[in-house]
């Protein structure tokens, strides 16, 4: 079968044509394949990545750095997908970024380069400090990197004026020591990436659970009568969830997504580990699909809790013995009337009693959800609504039933158990202090949204970041380049060139890390570091590959060696704990709840599952129950041009990284510059498919304007419009964000379309 499928993959060669075709076939199958192949054939390491993908996922091996989907099958030769392909071709990929490259070209020209021009130059090899006079980035020995950064730190006047960004990317024991020396150096200003994708689900949930974290496991797929899919495309953002989808519809488990879009990953899938659907067959997946307009997932979670409430189908004894509030939401609930849930929702109320009677006939229901939720000003009272409706059935704390946020970057929830937050708790804060005998600040810290405000009002004046890539990933893209320029110093932490070492500070530096697939060889020998999934599973990762170059340094050494520099009058011992990584573990093992035993625990097969109250239905809530939570409808009343705009990754990329210029499932080839529209807001506006456009975002403060994109006529629902990330970032403004929570609001952009002159 694999020499087949290698053999198809040689006949059939990866086109660069510029092109819009209807896609046809389902997610997966051999177009995955291909794509795979052709994903180290251009990074020329069709060898050394084979063999590298058959370690990942695997007991003994390394956690992809594609997405935080658990592992099913610890014990499987192929626990990787197509998109997980990419992000191991491209951390293995045999180009380098050294500082000859760096010499040849100057930052100005530089920026001028698209994403991915940027991110196809290969690894970055030595540490890198920006020259002003040539305007080019020149060799510096780690030890004056680290000695540059301690001087611009402790110049500061505040502790306040630094900012220490954090991506889902970093591990458990780099993250712990990064949290650590920030706050021995005198800040809580730790803004990540949970603030700009998953924080209104942490907002949402601990108010109403008790617990930010979803409480399902992979063993509950395998035991739920009903999956229902809130904002998700999980055929791209996390292949690997198509596999239990896969296997859930093909035992009779009811599938139920909403998404304004037609995602072929939710519609049909070719598994590329099943011979019999390689030959051509595929599994149906979602056995029923809505599309809501944008920002209309409120309405229909309050109308499916109504579906409940009005056949009496509540579960009255888990509601009396486990929850408070019923009452005044069920009358909230009962006072809706159907007209406004069909207007606010985009769809019919047939069509939401259709799906609540689905809901309805099942006995255990995961409900799963993405950014596609997480990214709107309502994101926080529609994710405690789809809380009511699990509630309302008892439908947590059993086998096959809970919430499932479906969390994107592979470590970013284990960032925050860590202690990655700008406002930790006062217990978390007393037991760090204890353990390392200092005094931590108590003031709550900037989040990514004041973090570019500070920067941009000069209150901040160092950024340092580990991992990721903030100019390109985060909103309103001219304020935050700007804010990120009247930076005294910006420091990040890489292992490839991206768009934010050339939106620099008047001075800046690149510190090149190791990569997860990469060993890590400290003073005791090979370590592995451990990552936590969105299912709350934590387990090693150890890399099998020599690095990319003899300069680079691990993230936890990293961490270590600028604390030891900046904070000498620390008692931590810092370079010790590096020596072994089993010291760092023994020390979160004093600090974090639910790490008793880490070393031990984590040696086990597949590691172990942190604990999660609700699945004993023990909800440690201010009032030591669940909570329902009445929440209005927007009741919005657009204006007949201004329509809403959604972000969207192609299947080409990973977050802000992309890997190429074709979305196979959306039929886009050799294009990135588009927007989805239906083909009723294309004869309403006097538009045509494939006419050009400038896309102007309506908001308070004014326009904000990208030009030239080609429209593209979708099955999406009138009034809504998709495009991708980051090419639209620029259009949202930096105060729309989710109420409480500050997520931007990605999903949900009101922009007017402008037709380019002829000329």
């Not at 293995?92 to 000859?100: F, G, I, Y």
């Not at 204890?434 to 901040?460: C, L, W």
């Not at 190429?660 to 529209?677: A, E, K, P, Q, S």
């Amino acid at each position: 079968m694999l020499a087949c499928a290698f053999a198809a993959l040689l006949q059939h060669p990866m086109s660069d044509k510029k092109s819009i075709e209807l896609y046809v076939k389902p997610a997966g199958g051999w177009d995955a394949l291909r794509s795979s192949w052709q994903a180290l054939r251009d990074q020329q390491v069709v060898m050394k990545g084979a063999s590298t993908l058959l370690r990942a996922n695997q007991p003994s091996g390394f956690d992809c750095p594609g997405c935080a989907w658990p592992d099913r099958n610890v014990h499987s030769t192929f626990e990787f997908c197509e998109n997980g392909v990419k992000a191991v071709a491209n951390e293995a990929t045999s180009r380098r970024v050294t500082p000859e490259f760096f010499a040849q070209h100057t930052v100005a020209w530089l920026n001028e380069q698209d994403d991915r021009f940027l991110e196809a130059q290969g690894r970055l090899t030595e540490p890198m400090a920006y020259d002003a006079a040539s305007d080019t980035y020149r060799p510096i020995a780690w030890s004056e990197a680290f000695a540059t950064i301690a001087r611009a730190l402790n110049s500061l006047a505040s502790p306040n004026e630094a900012i220490f960004y954090t991506s889902g990317r970093t591990s458990n024991e780099a993250a712990f020591l990064y949290q650590l020396f920030v706050r021995e150096y005198g800040t809580n200003n730790l803004p990540d990436c949970s603030n700009m994708c998953h924080e209104a689900s942490g907002v949402a949930l601990t108010e109403q659970l008790g617990s930010g974290k979803g409480s399902v496991t992979l063993e509950d797929f395998e035991h739920a009568q009903a999956i229902f899919i809130f904002g998700q495309n999980p055929g791209t953002n996390h292949p690997r969830m198509l596999g239990e989808l896969r296997s859930a519809a093909k035992r009779g488990c009811r599938i139920v997504a909403f998404n304004p879009l037609r995602e072929r990953g939710l519609e049909r899938f070719a598994d590329p580990k099943a011979p019999v659907e390689m030959l051509g067959g595929s599994t149906r997946i979602a056995s029923e699909y809505y599309q809501p307009r944008i920002g209309g997932d409120l309405a229909v979670a309050t109308a499916l809790c109504k579906v409940v409430i009005e056949s009496g189908a509540v579960d009255h004894t888990f509601v009396a013995r486990h929850t408070h509030g019923y009452d005044d939401f069920a009358d909230s609930v009962r006072a809706t009337p159907w007209e406004a849930l069909e207007r606010e929702s985009g769809l019919s109320r047939a069509d939401l009693e259709q799906a609540g009677r689905t809901y309805l006939d099942s006995n255990a229901t995961i409900v799963c959800w993405g950014m596609g939720i997480t990214q709107h000003a309502r994101s926080v009272a529609t994710i405690q609504m789809l809380g009511n409706l699990l509630l309302l059935r008892g439908n947590i704390g059993k086998a096959g039933a809970g919430p499932c946020p479906v969390r994107g970057h592979s470590n970013v929830q284990g960032d925050r158990t860590m202690g990655i937050y700008e406002q930790p708790s006062a217990a978390f804060l007393d037991r760090l202090g204890a353990a390392f005998d200092f005094q931590p600040p108590r003031e709550h810290g900037y989040d990514t949204v004041a973090a570019i405000e500070a920067m941009f009002d000069r209150r901040a004046k160092v950024f340092f970041a580990m991992g990721g890539n903030f100019a390109a990933a985060t909103p309103d893209t001219a304020h935050t380049h700007e804010a990120l320029r009247r930076c005294e110093l910006t420091v990040h932490v890489s292992t490839k060139l991206n768009r934010s070492h050339l939106v620099r500070g008047r001075d800046a530096l690149i510190l090149p890390c190791l990569g997860r697939t990469e060993i890590d060889v400290q003073a005791s020998g090979p370590q592995a570091v451990t990552v936590e999934d969105s299912m709350s599973m934590v387990h090693l990762s150890s890399g099998m590959n020599p690095p990319a170059s003899e300069h680079l340094m691990s993230e936890p050494a990293i961490v270590a060696h600028l604390a030891a520099a900046t904070v000498p009058r620390s008692r931590t011992p810092w370079l010790s704990l590096i020596e072994d990584y089993d010291r760092i573990r023994e020390r979160i093992a004093q600090v974090v709840d639910g790490f008793a035993d880490f070393n031990a625990r984590v040696r086990t097969d597949g590691g172990f599952h942190l604990h999660h109250p609700g699945r004993e239905r023990v909800f440690p809530t201010r009032r030591g129950k669940a909570g329902f939570y009445a929440h209005a409808l927007d009741d919005r009343k657009p204006k007949a041009d201004v329509l809403q705009l959604m972000t969207v990754r192609s299947h080409d990329q990973y977050n802000t990284t992309v890997y190429g210029m074709d979305d196979r499932y959306r039929g886009v080839h050799g294009l990135r510059r588009v927007v989805f529209i239906s083909r009723d807001d294309l004869e309403r506006l006097q538009l045509r498919d494939g006419e050009h456009v400038d896309i102007a975002s309506v908001w308070h403060d004014g326009e904000r304007v990208v030009r030239d994109f080609r429209l593209v006529e979708y099955d999406i629902p009138p009034g809504c419009l998709a495009a991708y990330f980051p090419e639209t970032n620029p259009l949202v403004p930096l105060d729309h964000h989710a109420e409480r929570a500050r997520t931007p609001a990605s999903k949900s952009i009101p922009v007017r379309l402008i037709r380019r002159s002829a000329a």
